[in-house]
């Protein structure tokens, strides 16, 4: 018959022989150095060749991807708006309307047409009786 272990002898095995199986060897520190370095480098590249795709691309993007939005509509009449959104009714003079936009780099479809120009914030119709104006960006 075998002699049975003592406690301690058995802790101290089970002990050795969980930190042999635990302990993995590890690489050297300028493997994993290499490796983040590398790592590091791909994410730059690939972040880099995104922005030179959109500057290259960045008009096909946005006529595809960002439909025209509505920026402004109303109806106006020489005697002042009868319903607006987001433009605002400045004067009728010489028979031509001034509507103040919120922005000037839009496109305005005017019913019925009806000749117009920008002038710094304000869109300027020439008309005697009441337009329809939608605006859109693009």
Not at 43 to 50: F, G, K, Q, R
């Amino acid at each position: 018959m075998s002699k049975p272990m003592e406690d301690s002898d058995s802790d101290e095995d089970v002990n050795l022989i969980v930190d042999a199986a635990a302990r993995k060897p590890q690489k050297p520190l300028w493997r994993r150095l290499l490796k983040w370095v590398l790592l590091t480098v791909a994410m730059v590249l690939v972040a880099a060749m995104l922005v030179q795709l959109f500057q290259n691309y960045r008009e096909v993007i946005t006529e595809r991807v960002f439909p025209p939005r509505l920026t402004g509509a109303g109806r106006f009449c020489p005697d002042g708006p009868h319903k607006s959104y987001r433009m605002h009714w400045q004067d009728y003079a010489n028979g031509t309307m001034h509507i103040q936009v919120p922005d000037t780099d839009v496109f305005p479809l005017l019913s019925p047409p009806r000749n117009f120009s920008f002038h710094e914030d304000c869109l300027a119709i020439v008309a005697e009786e009441c337009v329809s104006v939608v605006l859109y960006t693009i």
